[in-house]
């Protein structure tokens, strides 16, 4: 996910409401997150659904990775032929979506 531009991609909410298509718009067609504000504080994150499904599947790698690393301390180790028909499978099912 691209990082958000502090000069254009942080809008009051006010500023959201007056021009939410536009907004919408640009989020998608930039992949970069829009950060709504009120009062001066921030109160949501707008993202494409693109960059929110991206967001998702890289977190569930780490979650992946971690369990794994977690397994080998304990010494749950499965040999190579194994692990890369888990990492295939992972592939096939993010090229489906």
Request: proline residues 4%.
């Amino acid at each position: 996910m691209n990082r958000p531009n502090l000069a254009t991609d942080i809008v009051p909410l006010a500023t959201f409401r007056a021009h939410a298509a536009e907004t919408l718009k640009r989020v998608r067609a930039e992949r970069r997150p829009t950060v709504l504000t009120q009062r001066g504080h921030s109160v949501a994150v707008i993202l494409s659904p693109e960059e929110f499904e991206a967001m998702a599947a890289e977190g569930e790698v780490v979650r992946r990775i971690l369990r794994g690393l977690q397994a080998a301390d304990r010494g749950e180790l499965i040999d190579d032929e194994a692990a890369w028909r888990e990492v295939d499978a992972v592939l096939a099912e993010e090229t489906r979506r």
